[in-house]
């Protein structure tokens, strides 16, 4: 059902961008009781954005967590980084907040699907280290054209996306 809102959308989007949605990633996502996680993959992508959050002071960055799963890292967040273009969400649909505004960034979730599905401008931070076993034997498939390679490469690519609207000034 949620997929059929993903598909009313997409006529609706567009190309100016003034936001980064990021739909936090879930250490354990997809790899619950095993011997690893994807915590350095979160601390990675989250680094990155705060380091863009405090440089370009214009771009709105929205971190989207799960109830139950990132509640607490959320409160954590909110207390260290004290923004004015950063903020939190706890919880709650995510589909609604896919926008023509927003740049989608997403690892191992249904939103991500729903974002492609609508149009949405997605960044998938899939970093070359990671794609190895034992890590890509659980990793979502997406078309590789969407994935950076490392930190670096997805703050380019993000600042890429609002240089090319115009929108980032």
């Known amino acids: 059902p949620r997929g ?16 980064v949605l990021y739909f936090m990633i879930n250490k354990n ?11 350095r993959l979160v601390n990675s992508v989250e680094k990155s954005l705060f380091d863009l ?7 709105k960055f929205i971190f989207k967590g799960k109830t139950g799963v990132h509640s607490d890292k959320i409160t954590q967040l909110r ?15 995510g589909h609604d907040l ?5 740049i989608i960034i997403g690892f191992n979730s249904t939103a991500v699907i729903e974002s492609m599905i609508s149009g949405a401008d997605v960044i998938i931070p899939y970093f070359k280290k990671f794609r190895k076993k034992p ?5 979502h498939v997406y078309n590789p054209k969407l994935f ?3 930190e670096k490469d997805l703050k380019n690519k993000i600042i890429q996306k609002f240089k090319n ?5």
């Open 29 to 39: 996502a997809s790899i619950w009781k095993k011997k690893f996680s994807w915590e």
């Open 135 to 139: 890590y890509s034997e659980y990793a």
């Open 53 to 59: 959050a405090k440089e370009y002071s214009n771009i």
């Open 79 to 93: 207390s260290r980084y004290k923004l004015s273009n950063l903020s939190f969400i706890d919880g709650g649909v």
């Open 98 to 102: 896919i926008n023509k505004e927003s």
């Open 4 to 19: 059929i809102n993903s598909f009313k959308k997409k006529n609706k989007l567009n190309k100016k961008k003034t936001s």
């Open 148 to 150: 950076v390679n490392n």
């Open 165 to 169: 609207n115009k929108n980032y000034e």
